[in-house]
């Protein structure tokens, strides 16, 4: 089993910055893909990034590239989301997730995914 928890969201101006943590507990192996995705209001769960436990590569969904960074910390056990820039398009519950298979490839899926946080509510304002 593994448990993952977000936290950081709030609420932030148009062109401000927040940093998302997704802690993760339980059983971790280091061969698997971590993935940040978004659900706005009304529209299906995307992907926003993604990285390799341990290393190897990191993807962007090409509406953040640029803007917003995903990293680690192994010794937290815990995923970061660093967001800039925001933009009130943004607006959304953003989650983290364990890849259901190892790393091999990259994973932009919703079904390459078989664990969940509960979400953490980002709100940007205009």
């Known amino acids: 089993q593994v448990q993952l928890a977000e936290s950081g969201g709030g609420l932030v101006q148009a062109g401000g910055s927040l940093r998302l943590s997704c802690a993760a507990s339980?059983?971790?192996?280091?061969?698997?893909?971590m993935g940040w995705f978004l659900q706005a209001p009304g529209q299906e769960r995307e992907f926003v990034a993604g990285?390799?436990?341990?290393?190897?590569?990191?993807n962007y969904a090409d509406s953040v590239k640029g803007r917003f960074t995903i990293s680690k910390d192994h010794t937290k056990n815990t995923v970061y989301l660093q967001m800039n820039s925001l933009k009130p398009e943004d607006t959304a519950i953003y989650y983290c997730?364990?890849?259901?298979?190892?790393?091999?490839?990259?994973?932009?899926?919703?079904?390459?995914?078989?664990?969940w946080g509960q979400g953490t509510q980002d709100t940007v304002s205009s």
């Open positions: 997730a364990k890849s259901r298979l190892y790393g091999d490839q990259v994973y932009r899926a919703i079904g390459d995914y078989d664990y």
């Open positions: 339980g059983r971790i192996f280091y061969y698997y893909v």
């Open positions: 990285l390799r436990w341990n290393g190897g590569w990191i």
